[in-house]
């Protein structure tokens, strides 16, 4: 009777065999990428196919490391792996290791590997930038002499300041011949002695562009003591040589504009400057006059002569003001004197004789109030109003009180 076997009896003998195959334990597959997924658990899956068939490959989480890019329908990849079987399912895929692109893929990586290099190499850093001058009389170019790069800056570089002199060194920027071209246009135009030196060519595919990404071109960037700035294709194209020059230009029209200063709005820039000036001077003229005629109002106001007069009508006022004070005090005072003279006249003996009395005093002078102080015989000086008499006394007689 014949033999029975299970179905994974059957799996595992074929996957046995695919282990056996040493082709099939290490060997690269290329074809194009399709129904990629990546799995939430850092695995990938995907199908690889041609024009005639397809093959499904997983890679797994712990071989992604050296994957340098990601992974999108219809790129073009070779696949490094081994082909086996997976029993529960009894399908065979390829198991990925190394994923690399195909064609400009493959470009890309080296161009990867280089740019990370010359990274390293401090061949990008800030510090090695040499400012581009503002101001040139002398502009070096190293590209092709045919073309619309060249025609670009020529036309933008004369318009901006039509007495910049431009050097052409005609390069070849594209094929087998254009690295050794390209650096000694760099080399060529350092030696001339130009203030800034413009290194680029049109646009074009990765391939047509691929001069720009060796390291030679980038090392002759690096190592010009004169400013470059790289415009190499459109806006969209990065190469190597944008990396290490001192500055990149989105287009080589671009570039023209960077290099060269636009001579007409420096002139009106001027213009703005001089009007600016004239306004500022005007204005500043303006504060200065008024400051100075402030200070010959101050200098008035302080001169000795107008001090002299300030103090003169002062002391006038002073004096018209002591004069009224003095005037007013006099008239006080003689008002008091009136008083004092009318309280005078009211206790002067002469009013009172005036008025028909009249005093007597002894031969001594002394007042002869009472009867006690003379004797019959005594002479006596009798005051009356208009002079004296001189008498004796005859006799005293007391009067009773």
Known sequence: MQ???????????IKNMFTQDFMLQSLSVKGEVSNCKYHSSGHIYFTLKDEKGTIACVMFAGNRNGLRFRMAEGQQIIVNGTVDVFERDGKYQLYAKEISQDGAGALYERFERLKAELEERGM??????????KYISCLGVVTAQTGAAVRDIIQIASRRNPYVQIILYPAIVQGDMAVRSIVNGIRAMEHYGVDTIIVGRGGGSIEDLWAFNEEAVAQAIFDCSIPIISAVGHETDTTIADYVADLRAPTPSA????????????????????????????????????????????????????????????????????QEHMEKKLSEKRHRLALYIEQMKGLSPLEKLNQGYAYAADGEGRTVSRISQVE??????????????????????????
């Open 3 to 13: 033999n029975v076997y299970t179905v994974g009896q059957v799996n595992a003998y």
């Open 124 to 133: 990008f850093a800030k510090e090695y930038k040499r400012p581009i001058p």
């Open 255 to 322: 570039a023209a504009e960077l290099a060269v200063f636009d001579m007409e709005q420096f002139q009106e820039r001027m213009s703005e400057y001089a009007y600016t000036m004239q306004h500022l001077c005007r204005n500043r003229i303006a504060c200065y006059r008024s400051r100075l005629e402030q200070y010959q109002m101050q200098m008035r106001y302080l001169s000795p002569a107008n001090q002299i007069r300030e103090k003169r009508s002062m002391l006038m006022k002073l004096e018209d003001v002591l």
């Open 376 to 401: 019959p015989g005594d002479e006596l000086h009798v005051y009356v109003r208009d002079g004296v008499i001189h008498t004796k006394v005859l006799d005293r007689m007391e009067i009773s009180e």
